[in-house]
């Protein structure tokens, strides 16, 4: 008998907005941590900390090292004064990027005065509230900083005092629209922790885009479009991987985009090859059915109802007992979303 197909609304879960994270944990690694153990079906409650305590020595953590940019930008159109709210995703020359945009009649032609005698035109519409933007003036690094803000997801309704409590404590490489949350928990006494047990850390690099903020619509995920995000897994993170996997440890990503660009990497590989180094653009999609080929743990957040987010981890330990997890959650008060708390699958 063949299964039912999935649908969308098999995501699906209640929460109570009480229980969405306004505000981070401090110190970091205070943040609570649920244990699942997919071979028995197990869960455990503890603190991030205790982290150590779950992994073995030779394991070997993986994590993106992506910097969140100030990457939302206020303006008003050119003549009329109207509100414009750019996001930039993405960098195609120092002064050209693609961005969503919030605002009537945001078409090509239309131009934009920011801050700091910044102004933009919108060169293309890429559908929907994608477009092209070029700006007056390279977006460099100390130019962003003058014209842009750290974006927060919507959910979040209370400024951060500290912005730098939205980057991971790694953050290396800046780009991100949105910061990959897993990472928020580790403090550098804790990588010293790790280091010293003789669990291994190596990186990748995802910049977080557009579907951090897509939901799910459609009712068949199937046909939900994943927009592309710029990945890279540098020679020697694969290395690190082949050799792990060749001792017998486990591979363990902190976080959701370092489970699709290990993946994305693995498919990419030379015949014969688990992973090699690669770069390029993934619209990996993960949904329960799919082989995780490197991915042996994962380190992630609460995630939002319906979201593909929510489908990966999903696939990675079974949706019913995701969902029985989330319920747990719930009832033990956990923070969810990006400021949350945090679980580990094993």
């Known amino acids: 008998m063949n299964e039912r197909p999935l649908r969308t609304a098999d995501f699906d879960y209640d929460l109570p907005p009480e229980l969405i994270a306004q505000q981070p944990v401090e110190p970091r690694d205070h943040a609570r941590l649920m244990v699942l153990q997919r071979a028995t079906q197990a869960i455990t409650h503890a603190r991030f900390y205790d982290l150590p305590r779950f992994l073995r020595p030779g394991d070997l953590l993986v994590a993106n090292q992506t910097r969140v940019i100030p990457a939302r930008l206020w303006g008003r159109k050119v003549p009329t004064g109207g509100k414009v709210e750019l996001l930039l995703l993405r960098a195609e020359a120092a002064d050209t990027w693609q961005a969503l945009v919030r605002g009537r009649g945001l078409r090509p032609g239309r131009r934009i005065a920011l801050a700091a005698g910044f102004e933009a035109e919108i060169i293309a519409d890429l559908g929907g509230p994608l477009r092209r933007v070029r700006f007056n003036q390279p977006l460099d690094p100390e130019a962003l900083a003058q014209v842009g ?3 927060l997801p919507p959910y979040i309704h209370q400024p951060v005092a500290d912005p730098e409590r939205y980057q991971t404590v790694y953050a290396r490489e800046p780009g991100s629209a949105a910061a990959p ?3 928020l928990h580790f403090t550098p006494r804790l990588l010293q922790t790790l280091q010293r047990q003789g669990i291994g850390w190596a990186t990748v690099t995802l910049h977080v885009g557009l579907d951090t903020f897509a939901p799910v619509k459609e009712e068949d995920p199937r046909q939900h479009r994943m927009h592309t995000e710029w990945c890279r897994v540098p020679p020697e993170t694969a290395a690190r991987i082949r050799e792990t ?13 370092a489970v699709r660009t290990l993946e994305t990497a693995a498919l990419h590989a030379p015949q014969g090859q688990l992973i090699a180094a690669w770069e390029g653009d993934t619209d990996l999609f993960i949904l329960p059915g799919f082989r995780f080929r490197v991915v042996d743990g994962l380190i992630t957040n609460f995630h939002l109802p319906r979201s593909t987010l929510l489908m990966l981890v999903s696939a990675f330990a079974g949706r019913e007992f995701i969902l029985r997890a989330y319920e747990e959650a719930k009832a033990q008060g956990y923070r969810f979303f990006s400021f949350g708390d945090a679980m580990l699958i094993l």
């Open 149 to 151: 803000q750290v974006p």
């Open 181 to 183: 949350t897993a990472g």
């Open 245 to 257: 996997k060749a001792r017998g440890g486990r591979v363990v990503a902190v976080g959701t985009t």
